[in-house]
């Protein structure tokens, strides 16, 4: 019985000293990435911070790239520079532009499928999500290039087993180019789409990729944070419970979006490109 005390307050001890050890890490990495931040970019973490309201913890700097990283979505780190000095497209009947949303002015965006390293699996996703993307809106048009120099969008892949999201990408920069980047995660899709059959079905290819083009395009996850809603579109916690009330949802379903043609599209989606590109009904 003493032993048997003994071993627990033993055990105890221990797990309150790896929790402490674990706790002090945490705040010693929170620290160290907030040192990396280049004071110029400082600017663009407040903004995202305290404007489009995703929690510190949840952004990451990558100094190679000079982004910032929250979840699936890449922020260039001269997002708020771009922003407030480079001259803004006049707002008329889209809203380009603003300190808490950033729309790309681009209407015609080329984009490059990198078949070396963009999965073959996801060809047929990718064209079917770009034709529902370009019947949304007049002023929304991806086109398939094969010059990459010429693209204003890369598509392609990188293979990180260790990150959980499936996907990265990156929206406009603020100076009303497009986002720049789709990058698959070979190392969750691989595995998934060989093993587990997560996203096995083509429907739910396609919905990850409507996704990744409405990043490009500026939306940001309908069911998360605290940042500017867009007018007339539901609050977080309606798309928090309703899997179908957006494309942008964190979590996408598939929702009857399928190889049909027919189109899905949601009020709040509706709404959310009517605002910012001009909905073609």
């Known amino acids: ?31 160290h990435t907030k040192e990396k931040i280049p004071d110029e970019y400082l600017n663009t973490f407040n903004l995202l911070k305290n404007e489009k309201g995703i929690p510190a913890a949840s952004i990451s700097y990558e100094a190679q790239t000079k982004e910032f990283i929250a979840g699936d979505m890449v922020f260039t780190a001269a997002l708020y520079n771009n922003i407030m000095y480079t001259q803004q497209h006049p707002k008329t009947e889209q809203q380009w532009n603003n300190v808490f949303v950033s729309y790309a002015s681009s209407q015609h965006i080329l984009y490059y499928l990198d078949p070396s390293l963009f999965p073959y699996y996801y060809f047929g996703p990718l064209e079917w999500a770009v034709w529902y993307w370009n019947g949304s809106s007049p002023n929304i048009s991806f086109t398939r290039t094969g010059d990459r120099s010429a693209a204003n969008l890369i598509v392609d892949s990188y293979n990180d087993p ?31 789409h060989y093993v587990n059959h ?21 939306y940001l996850h309908a069911d998360q944070y605290a940042g500017l809603l867009i007018p007339g579109t539901p609050d977080p916690a309606f798309h928090q419970a ?31 490109i009517q605002w910012g590109y001009r909905y073609k009904y």
């Open 242 to 272: 309703n899997a179908c009330g957006s494309v942008m949802r964190s979590v996408t379903y598939v929702c009857g979006w399928g190889y049909d043609g027919i189109k899905r599209w949601s009020p709040s989606d509706i709404t959310a």
């Open 162 to 192: 260790t990150d959980s999201s499936w996907i990265r990408t990156t929206l406009p920069a603020g100076n009303g180019n497009v986002g720049n980047r789709i990058r698959l995660n070979l190392g969750v899709n691989e595995r998934n």
């Open 1 to 31: 019985m003493k032993k048997n005390a003994i071993l627990s307050t033993c055990v105890l001890l221990l797990t309150t000293l790896l929790f402490s050890c674990q706790k002090e890490t945490s705040r010693n990495m929170s620290e």
């Open 198 to 218: 997560i996203t096995s079905s083509n429907e739910e290819k396609l919905l990850l990729m409507m996704h990744a083009l409405g990043h490009t395009l500026g």
